[in-house]
Nanobody, 123 residues
Framework: QVQLVESGGGLVQPGESLSLSCKASGFPLDDYAVSWFRQAPGRDREYVACISRVDGSTYYSNSVRGRFSISRDNAKNTAALRLNNLKPEDTAVYYC????????????????WGQGTQVTVSS
């Protein structure tokens, strides 16, 4: 059974950090590009970051570049997103997703999704 499970979300104060994890089962994650998206209440799902399948290149949205870092551990079949210097506007449900071909800014480019993990940034 193909499955992605996110974990690591929580409630933090502005300026703090979190690490999110995306565990894949039923397929080898290193065969796919892996992205993180987020969705705040009342808003569209938003691209956050991606790590490519071929050479591990990383890409970020302008809103998180320099604060977030995406990585993958193929031996553990996981991907991760490190969130530093969090801001209230980072509050959202964070999803990981996989693409067979390449990184894409658009959710339609991804075949599999996790259930999401909530990140809340508030003082």
């Amino acid at each position: 059974q193909v499955q992605l499970v996110e974990s690591g979300g929580g409630l933090v104060q502005p300026g703090e950090s979190l690490s999110l994890s995306c565990k894949a089962s039923g397929f080898p994650l290193d065969d796919y590009a892996v992205s993180w998206f987020r969705q705040a209440p009342g808003r569209d799902r938003e691209y956050v970051a991606c790590i490519s399948r071929v050479d591990g290149s990383t890409y970020y949205s302008n809103s998180v570049r320099g604060r977030f870092s995406i990585s993958r551990d193929n031996a553990k079949n996981t991907a991760a997103l490190r969130l530093n210097n969090l801001k209230p506007e980072d509050t959202a449900v964070y999803y990981c997703a996989t693409a067979e071909v390449k990184c894409s800014y658009y959710p339609q480019g991804y075949e599999s999704w996790g259930q999401g993990t909530q990140v809340t940034v508030s003082s």
